[in-house]
């Protein structure tokens, strides 16, 4: 299994930019994908999940209305579109898969991405 993130960059607070995560090696049917991210000197955190089949999205408080994640099934797809963009969201950002979820958190997760550098200007 791959997941391939992409899309990061340099953007100015207020912008916004969107993060795509190519999945292969499986499919996916009935598992759950997600995005974390990790800023400088800090854990590995919570963003957004999606699961494949029903597409059915939950987020965490920090980027709840600002950011949206959807799946493309036929292309095996997962995106993170991130709008009003703050300084606080700059960080890499980490695709994974999970089969079920348990705990609800990374440990859930059992293939990951490599991630890609989201970096906001204030």
């Known amino acids: 299994v791959q997941l391939q993130a992409s899309g990061g960059g340099l953007v100015q607070a207020g912008g916004s930019l969107r993060l795509s995560c190519a999945a292969s090696?499986?499919?996916?049917?009935?598992?759950?994908m997600g995005w974390f991210r990790q800023a400088p000197g800090k854990e590995r955190e919570f963003v957004a999940r999606?699961?494949?089949?029903?597409?059915?999205?939950y987020y965490a408080d920090s980027v709840k209305g600002r950011f949206t994640i959807s799946r493309d099934t036929a292309k095996n797809m997962v995106y993170l579109q991130m709008n009003s963009l703050k300084f606080e969201d700059t960080a890499v950002y980490y695709c994974?898969?999970?089969?079920?979820?348990?705990?609800?958190?990374?440990?859930?997760?059992?293939?990951w991405g490599q991630g890609t550098l989201v970096t906001v200007s204030s």
């Open positions: 994974a898969a999970a089969r079920a979820l348990r705990s609800g958190d990374s440990r859930d997760y059992v293939f």
């Open positions: 090696g499986r499919t996916f049917t009935n598992w759950v």
């Open positions: 999606i699961t494949w089949n029903l597409g059915t999205t």
